[in-house]
């Protein structure tokens, strides 16, 4: 029985492989040997970013608890998700409540809004537990410093995605959380109004540092939570920070790779 | 039939208690499966050089693929009816117009324009509507009130009061949308239905409002 279903399959699978269209996309043969395994990896424009190689140690999951490849698998679910809401949502005063709310109620099923934001708590969960796994496991160390710096830098960007997609919704909790959350930039050392040495930027009797030109305005795009901020959050939440993180996480995964795989003693 | 002398005493002494029960298996059926399994095993990754999947593994590939089909199929199915809501802010494709005598003999109004992408127009014996779609490509025609005429921007098309096509690529006249009295007496304009002159359907009296 097991033949007989699994035979025909073979059949079609070694026809495809065999055929010219897949020797023109994979340029090695079935991964049979250490050479073709490697091959695998290094053609790939996607694989070739992870090891070559890597200890089964180093890939156990009592010891990685997949936290990266989750935190990334949420990043693509809510690139994905979040492409779909932006069929519905308008980033203005007048309808984003409105549209958050018919996203629920007038289109099918109307989770796709939950699902992105439980994906995102999720996210924000899952890289800090990555972090406590590479400190815990001390992959923080030489020749590993630098990949660990980039990783600092992209959780403050899973933080502002999540801090700028807070606003989005434009319900009170919104616009209160962002307007506590921003007025934090006003103590930005020198750039903020309210920030140490900011008042010693003065031209003559003039400040030069004001609440009209200081980091919290050019957060918010005015001096209080409005439609300036709404869009500025909006292209910020759907193309500004996600182009950077997909930027850093290439460089990511690319040093895990150079800096001798998946952590574990070198 | 050799081996059955020999069976019969083994088997007897594992189970004694049944005694039909021997008899049913017999030996002659159970031998054969071990080799088979066994020679099966062997002589396989010689002739694919492929993994061989284990008999206890394979309801769990088949299990596991067929949830994992059925989840991309369900997740797909809904990504696909995502894109399209269940509730439009379009205007309704009927819609009421006023009464007959709003409208002045000879007059092309262009109040219904914008909304709702038809003019109405009322001559001697009747009252009827002309979609506003261009029969060229599609554009929306201009109602020049000095020239009487229609005048589409994009290629320069014209279509007189009636409708027909004079001048310019379109090829056949505009069309007309239903009209009827509703029960206010006001004008009940279905844009649902269309009708052709090419098609000798502007004689249909649901097409106009006949005016005695």
Redesign the interface.
């Known amino acids: 029985m097991?033949?007989r279903i699994?035979g025909p399959l073979?059949g079609a699978w070694k026809e495809a492989t065999d055929s010219q269209i897949w020797s023109s996309i994979f340029r090695h043969g079935k991964p049979?040997s250490n050479r073709n395994r490697a091959l695998v990896m290094m053609s790939n424009v996607f694989l070739h970013l992870h090891p070559v190689k890597s200890r089964k140690a180093g890939i156990k999951l009592r010891y990685t608890w997949c936290m990266g490849g989750i935190t990334f698998f949420l990043f693509l679910a809510l690139t994905f998700t979040g492409l779909?809401l932006m069929?519905?949502y308008r980033p203005t005063v007048e309808y984003a409540y409105a549209d958050i709310v018919?996203l629920q109620e007038?289109?099918?099923?109307g989770i796709?809004r939950e699902l992105h934001r439980w994906g995102a708590h999720a996210m924000v969960i899952t890289v800090w537990l990555h972090m406590l796994r590479v400190f815990m496991t001390g992959s923080y160390k030489p020749p590993r410093e630098f990949n660990w710096g980039i990783g600092v830098v992209l959780l403050v960007l899973t933080l502002l995605l999540s801090f700028t997609g807070y606003l989005l919704p434009w319900d009170q909790l919104a616009i209160w959380a962002i307007t506590v959350g921003s007025n934090m930039a006003r103590a930005t050392p020198l750039l903020g109004t309210e920030g140490p040495l900011s008042a010693s930027l003065t031209l003559g009797d003039i400040n030069l540092i004001n609440s009209g030109n200081d980091a919290r305005f050019a957060l918010l795009g005015a001096r209080s939570v409005g439609q300036p901020t709404l869009l500025r959050f909006y292209v910020l939440h759907c193309v500004g920070l996600p182009l950077i993180a997909a930027f850093l996480m290439a460089v990511h995964f690319w040093r895990v790779r150079k800096d001798g795989g998946i952590s574990g003693p070198l | 039939m050799s081996e059955n002398p020999e069976r019969p005493p083994a088997a007897s002494g594992s189970s004694g208690s049944s005694g039909a029960a021997p008899a049913k298996r017999t030996p002659t059926e159970r031998t054969p499966v071990g080799p088979k399994i066994a020679g099966a095993k062997r002589a396989a990754p010689k002739k694919t050089g492929a993994k061989q999947v284990s008999r206890r593994e394979f309801p769990f590939l088949i299990v596991g693929w067929s949830v994992f089909t059925a989840a991309m199929a369900m997740g797909l199915t809904a990504v696909g009816r995502f894109l399209f809501p269940n509730v439009l802010t379009e205007p309704p494709s009927t819609f009421k117009a006023g009464f007959p005598d709003d409208f002045s003999i000879g007059v092309v109004d262009t109040r219904f324009k914008e909304r709702y992408q038809v003019w109405i127009v009322r001559d001697e014996e009747k009252i009827y509507a002309l979609s506003t779609i261009c029969t060229h490509l599609g554009c929306t025609p201009n109602w020049l009130e000095a020239e009487s005429k229609f005048k589409c921007p994009c290629h320069g098309s014209g279509f007189y009061a009636t409708g027909i096509n004079f001048e310019g690529p379109a090829p056949r006249p505009l069309e007309r949308v239903g009209v009827s009295l509703a029960d206010d007496g006001q004008l009940l304009i279905d844009k649902s239905r269309l009708f052709k002159f090419e098609a000798s359907q502007w004689e249909d009296p649901a097409s106009f409002l006949a005016l005695t």
């Open positions: 097991l033949n699994l073979r049979v779909l069929f519905y018919d007038h289109v099918p099923l796709m």
